[in-house]
């Protein structure tokens, strides 16, 4: 089986529009959540969100072909531009065959399709543009970016909720091994901060209603959390066989040393109070890298900042780690950047090979009256200088499907 490295990353999110800004800010605890200003939110329960401030798809498409992309293919074009130029990769020198893209998004264009559903209803078929579906749909960021840069090789979205960032990387660190492509860029990408997906949410309950204090709303294991918040952006990483890597004198971020997956196979939107799926992707994620509990340095959690999500997240942890759980530095970034669904895991898998490249965990904010079930170390408030030698990152979506990578020093 061949290695697989990281050799580039890139980010657009609340806190941020490249991988660098948004990660110094999650260390400085900067929050990204606000009351949302993409459309009037005065008559929901909910009004605030994660939202990307300042992004201009201009830098990275051509004006005439913004209204052709949606927000969310936008975003993961922008996030791939970082990225590829992080890692020096030099397109033309490729055999494009054997570079491929693995993007997924967990809900895709729905801003598109809410824009010409109102154009059906107002005018009737006339007033839904041609450019409808081509726009809307999931594998369109995969799609976007491999016609931007060239990239022919494997191209695929997949779609696991809250997990689809982490299966993508995943499945893309396989393409590797395998011998399918020699690069892949991967992640997530997610932009549905929109009155339909807000409404959705809320009526499930699942969202903070701390509208008065948007900046302390989104509380990882803090016994006074009431839901997560809805965040957008994107997260890629350029995933490259090491000896690829090597020929070309690529700086190496960090090696990809596992990935597990697995299901509860429980409750379409609720965990398994066991934990039982989220402990198997767990030790799958260790046995695939050969790697001891002890052995992991630091796990960036799903921690989402709702009330079942923290505590069976902690159990599963417990369960995985044993005594070691109790000396494992644990943070949730969800608490400064919101929850970017289907990007979540891309934005947490680039902040997890930062936070080994540069010995900085960023802190888990807001995290002020721990709650008596979460009793683990999980950064609270202020980031830790810490020599990272391997680090863990968990996601956990609707459906019960669970995805864990692990990132270790070279």
């Known amino acids: 089986m061949r290695r697989v490295v990281v050799t580039g990353v890139g980010a657009i999110t609340p806190i941020g529009l490249s991988a660098d800004e948004s990660f110094k800010n999650a260390c400085k605890g900067v929050s990204g959540i606000d009351r949302i200003t993409r459309f009037d939110p005065s008559n929901y329960t909910v ?5 990307v401030k300042g992004f201009d798809p201009t830098k990275y498409v051509d004006k005439k072909d913004v209204k052709k992309i949606d927000l969310f293919s936008l975003y993961a074009i922008a996030a791939t531009q970082e990225a590829v130029e992080n890692a020096s990769l030099e397109i033309e020198k490729e055999n494009p065959f054997r570079v491929g893209v693995s993007v997924g998004s967990g809900i895709g264009g729905l801003q598109t399709i809410e824009k010409y559903n109102e154009a059906l209803l107002k005018r009737g078929q006339k007033g839904v543009s041609p450019f409808f579906i081509p726009v809307a749909v999931i594998n369109m960021a995969a799609g976007n970016i491999a016609m931007k840069f060239g990239f022919k090789g494997p191209n695929f979205s997949d779609v696991t909720a809250c997990a689809t960032g982490t299966h993508s990387i995943g499945l893309a660190a396989r393409c590797i091994a395998y011998g399918d492509a020699d690069v892949m860029i991967c992640g997530g990408t997610e932009s549905t901060i929109t009155p339909l ?56 971020l960090a090696e990809f040393a596992g990935f597990g997956m697995s299901d509860d196979a ?20 260790l046995d ?43 943070s949730s970034t969800k608490s400064v950047t919101g929850h970017l669904l289907g990007a979540a895991g891309g934005v947490e898998a680039v902040f997890s090979v930062l936070a080994l490249k540069n010995g900085i965990i960023p802190p888990t904010m807001n995290l002020d009256n721990p709650d008596e079930e979460c009793d683990l170390f999980y950064t609270p408030n202020q980031a830790i200088e810490k020599d990272i030698k391997v680090a863990m990152s968990n996601s956990f979506g609707f459906g019960g499907t669970n995805a864990v990578v692990i990132f270790k020093k070279i």
């Open 47 to 51: 009004q605030i969100a994660g939202e």
């Open 197 to 252: 997906a807000l409404s959705g949410f809320a009526n499930m309950k699942a969202l903070s209603t701390r509208n008065d204090e948007p900046q302390k709303a989104s509380r990882p294991f803090d016994k006074d959390r009431d839901g997560f918040i809805i965040g957008e952006g994107a997260g890629i990483l350029v995933l490259e066989e090491y000896e690829h890597a090597k020929k070309r004198g690529a700086e190496i």
């Open 266 to 285: 429980y409750h379409f939107t609720a965990p398994d109070p066991k934990g039982d799926g989220a402990t198997y992707a767990m030790q799958m994620a």
């Open 288 to 330: 695939d890298a050969g790697l001891n509990p002890e052995d992991v340095d630091y796990l960036n959690a799903h921690g989402t900042s709702t009330h079942f999500n923290d505590i069976i997240e902690t159990k599963a942890i417990k369960r995985v780690f044993g005594d070691y759980a109790y000396k494992l530095t644990i």
